[in-house]
């Protein structure tokens, strides 16, 4: 005998409108659709941040330690490899904590762009069985990148404080400003590539081999101004600014690393760098949108690919 219950709930299920996944609609009004979509479930956005962070920490006694260890095992590493051995510790002052404010964009910037690029195939069970705006998943990896970012940036300003370095100029607008900028820029990356990625699963790997080329492409673990003297004025000088990653670098460092701009012992920033960076936001903005668009034309096949 049928559950007069489940029977109800079925018919009220049926009078539901169905909501067809993938319609791309306009160029506006497409995208103003998905972010409707998006905020009447940030709720669920909250929760999937938090699910993430609970299961990268799972069955851990250290928990969010681990966060840092990372980051610092990286500083100690470079510190003392390329600080000390190499000798750059002597040429660039605060090296400790130029490469830490380094680190701190990098680690933002990686991760982002990995998690999200994998996070509709990691969680392909609730796209094969619920409907909900795909971008959650990959804005879900943004949040929890954030929210590690939270912690580092924490030991960092620590570091910093206690160093006495704290930078007590308008300098610092320059660290705000590359932070909305690398995060901007990473999301929008980090979208497109989620969506690719269910149809061509050697992004991921692809994703692994491209950040390890942008690491060393970044003045992360050595000065611009090494840069500056070995192509200076040339072409490949261009290039390398025209870099998103390494502008941003640059603008946490000017932000965040006062001995850098010390008269005597700090480096040359890049010319018009406030201008650079405000290039790249707006180039950001546009690929974001791009990104959204292309990402929802994408998502009708995501359950038929997984």
């Given at each position: 005998m049928a559950?007069?219950?489940?029977?109800?709930?079925?018919?009220?299920?049926?009078?539901?409108?169905?909501?067809?996944?993938?319609?791309?609609?306009?160029l506006l009004q497409g995208?103003?659709?998905?972010?409707?979509?998006?905020?009447s479930r940030r709720e669920l956005l909250g929760l999937l941040v938090r699910r993430e962070l609970k299961a990268r920490y799972k069955n851990s006694s250290l928990g969010l330690v681990w966060s840092l260890m990372r980051p610092l095992s990286q500083l100690l590493i470079y510190y003392f490899a390329v600080g000390e051995i190499i000798g750059l510790a002597r040429a660039i002052?605060?090296?400790?904590?130029?490469v830490f404010v380094g680190l701190t964009a990098w680690t933002l910037f990686s991760e982002i762009l990995s998690n999200a690029t994998s996070s509709i195939i990691h969680n392909q069970g609730l796209v094969k069985k619920v409907y909900l705006?795909?971008?959650i998943f990959p804005?879900?990896?943004?949040?929890?990148?954030?929210?590690?970012?939270?912690?580092?940036?924490?030991?960092?300003?620590i570091a910093v404080l206690a160093l006495g370095r704290f930078p007590l100029t308008l300098d610092i607008v320059y660290a705000a400003a590359a932070f909305i900028m690398l995060v901007t820029f990473a999301t929008a990356l980090g979208v497109l590539l989620a969506g690719l990625t269910v149809y061509f699963r050697d992004l991921e790997h692809l994703i692994e081999v491209v950040l390890a080329v942008l690491f060393w492409a970044s003045p992360i673990v050595y000065s611009y101004t090494f840069v500056r003297d070995?192509?200076?004025?040339?072409i490949l000088e261009q290039i390398y600014l025209a870099?998103?990653?390494?502008?941003?670098?640059?603008?946490?460092?000017?932000g965040l690393w006062i001995a850098g701009s010390d008269p005597v012992t700090g480096i040359e920033w890049p010319p018009d760098l406030a201008l650079r960076m405000l290039g790249i936001f707006l180039f950001s903005v546009v690929l974001l949108w791009v990104s959204q668009r292309?990402?929802?034309?994408l998502q009708g096949n995501f359950a038929q690919e997984l």
């Open positions: 559950d007069p219950a489940a029977t109800l709930r079925s018919e009220r299920i049926a009078l539901l409108p169905l909501a067809e996944v993938g319609r791309p609609g306009g995208t103003a659709r998905s972010i409707r979509d998006i905020w002052p605060d090296f400790a904590i130029f705006p795909r971008e804005l879900a990896s943004v949040g929890g990148a954030l929210f590690n970012f939270a912690v580092q940036f924490l030991i960092l300003l070995a192509i200076g004025g040339s870099n998103p990653v390494t502008i941003a670098v640059l603008g946490f460092q000017r292309i990402f929802s034309r």
